[in-house]
């Protein structure tokens, strides 16, 4: 795992010595600056010590390998989200993060009945194009057309639905994925 200079350029950022940064992580400065040299690979605790005291998540640290930010539409990476049995195609190159965004396609008059999932979550849905009606827990139906978004425990789904005369295109986001 080759991180260092990624750490090393955060604590540059943050103006902190690397004796500052052995004072906050209980860990010794030799073995610090040979983290940043990449000459040893740090433990995952030694790793979240790190970045606690950088500011900097460990999802992001682990994610620090080159790929581009930059997802192309027409090269979208297409994946299964398996506990929720859907293809989606997602809108990032770090699907590992806390964050998941990604575009659904239900074609007209198809039907989503929600799966319930392990993990407290919370899901953001943008209608792009057609309308969708949306059950949740408790509530009416919300009918949604193009521009209107939803904000809600992913809990509380109950199911999607294709209801316009046109496919239904939503941009969806997720946190923490269901990968």
Request: glycine letters at 8%; one cysteine or more.
């Amino acid at each position: 795992m080759n991180v260092g200079s990624e750490l090393r350029g955060r604590r540059n950022e943050l103006r902190m010595s690397l004796r500052e940064l052995a004072e906050s992580t209980g860990l010794s400065t030799g073995f610090l600056s040979q983290v940043e040299n990449d000459r040893v690979s740090p433990s995952l605790a030694s790793l979240e010590r790190i970045g606690g005291a950088l500011r900097l998540p460990l999802f992001e640290i682990l994610s620090s390998d080159g790929r581009d930010p930059v997802v192309r539409a027409d090269r979208r990476p297409v994946t299964r989200l398996k506990q929720l049995n859907v293809e989606v195609g997602l809108l990032t190159n770090f699907p590992n993060w806390q964050m998941l965004p990604f575009v659904r396609r239900l074609e007209r008059g198809e039907k989503y009945e929600a799966v319930r999932l392990d993990r407290a979550r919370e899901e953001w849905m943008y209608v792009l194009c057609g309308e969708m009606e949306l059950g949740l827990l408790n509530q009416d139906v919300h009918r949604l057309g193009p521009g209107d978004s939803v904000h809600f425990a992913s809990g509380r789904l109950v199911s999607v639905n294709s209801v316009g005369d046109e496919a239904l295109e939503i941009i969806c986001m997720m946190t923490p994925p269901p990968l």
